[in-house]
């Protein structure tokens, strides 16, 4: 097949693009970790710090509709935290991004609040 035949092609004829649900939840997680009032925090295993966690989801795809998914997110915020603004804020991020980055949609997402926290103290002088 020549490059003039390749380029007039339908671009359903030239194939597909399936994205891993673990890409997904990445873009999910991340997208939901960017938005202003949601928190990370230190990892620890027995102990020893060992990282950053932030958002964590669960994506489910197809069912009917292979460019949509479900998503089940668990978050926590900084207190004091107008919690509906930011889970709105946090939901609207995460459908930009996912259909920007991946041409899904958001049919389902389910939100949970893990907790409020509040700000570390800062570092006693001495």
Known sequence: MSTASAAVLDPAERGRLDIHPTVLRK???HAA???PGTLRSERRLA???V???GASARVSTGAGDPDAVDV???LALGYPAKVKSV???VRSRIGEELQRLAGYR???LA???SGLRGEPAPPRLQ
């Open 106 to 108: 958001v049919r389902t």
């Open 87 to 89: 889970v709105d804020a």
């Open 27 to 29: 873009i999910i997680e």
């Open 72 to 74: 089940r997110l668990e």
């Open 51 to 53: 990282g950053e966690t």
């Open 111 to 113: 939100v949970t609040v």
């Open 33 to 35: 970790d960017q938005v």
């Open 47 to 49: 102990g020893i710090e």
